[in-house]
T-cell receptor, first 113, second 112 residues
Framework: AQTVTQSQPEMSVQEAETVTLSCTYD???????LFWYKQPPSRQMILVIR??????QNATENRFSVNFQKAAKSFSLKISDSQLGDAAMYFC??????????FGQGTRLTINP | DTGVSQDPRHKITKRGQNVTFRCDPI?????LYWYRQTLGQGPEFLTY????????KSRLLSDRFSAERPKGSFSTLEIQRTEQGDSAMYLC??????????FGDGTRLSIL
């Protein structure tokens, strides 16, 4: 069975600084995708970034980038130049086979002005 | 693209009552998913449709839960004889084949 673990329940960062959110996962499949989703308070889940497991190159989306370490089954999210609007719950997720997402427990990110 | 729409946004009901939620996916999306999210946790998969066929159900989906997607468009999730433990946010998501899932705002269920 797939599992996704986020070991940081809460993180905080000063506005304009860089923060890294950690995620580890376990899967027996060789073909899978990894995601980071953002869930602002009382708002919908939004896709931040996606990584295909077969790609060695780390995905980047503007200020958001990942460090994908396949052998270590690690998938961290780096947010550069943090903005107040980045404050949210961040969920790491894995998908394989039947395409159901398996989520981690989430990390609450606070941005300090 | 009007996004995934869920109705109602909030539902408060007494224990033992039946409730039904509706999800309207993005129009061209053939896959539709239901998840449940309790406070402080990540969403957990409940069930998944490809077009009108329900292809997978989680063991979390007890006999009191039923989901349908009769014409491969909107979906309903019904909970019969609600219990305190059913209190949660119920999220719907849709996708086109293996493309990323897009989520709705969710329906928050509170059981009195």
């Amino acid at each position: 069975a797939q599992t996704v673990t986020q070991s940081q329940p809460e993180m905080s960062v000063q506005e304009a600084e860089t923060v890294t959110l950690s995620c580890t996962y376990d899967t027996s499949e060789s073909d899978y995708y990894l995601f980071w989703y953002k869930q602002p308070p009382s708002r919908q889940m939004i896709l931040v970034i996606r990584q295909e497991a077969y790609k060695q190159q780390n995905a980047t989306e503007n200020r958001f980038s990942v460090n994908f370490q396949k052998a270590a089954k690690s998938f961290s999210l780096k947010i550069s130049d943090s903005q107040l609007g980045d404050a949210a719950m961040y969920f790491c997720a894995c998908i394989q086979g039947a395409q159901k997402l398996v989520f981690g427990q989430g990390t609450r990110l606070t941005i300090n002005p | 693209d009007t996004g995934v729409s869920q109705d109602p946004r909030h539902k408060i009901t007494k224990r033992g009552q039946n409730v039904t939620f509706r999800c309207d996916p993005i129009s061209e999306h053939n896959r539709l998913y239901w998840y449940r999210q309790t406070l402080g946790q990540g969403p957990e998969f409940l069930t998944y449709f490809q077009n009108e066929a329900q292809l997978e159900k989680s063991r979390l989906l007890s006999d009191r839960f039923s989901a349908e997607r009769p014409k491969g468009s909107f979906s309903t999730l019904e909970i019969q004889r609600t219990e305190q433990g059913d209190s949660a946010m119920y999220l719907c998501a849709s996708s086109y084949n293996n493309q990323p899932q897009h989520f709705g705002d969710g329906t928050r269920l509170s059981i009195l």
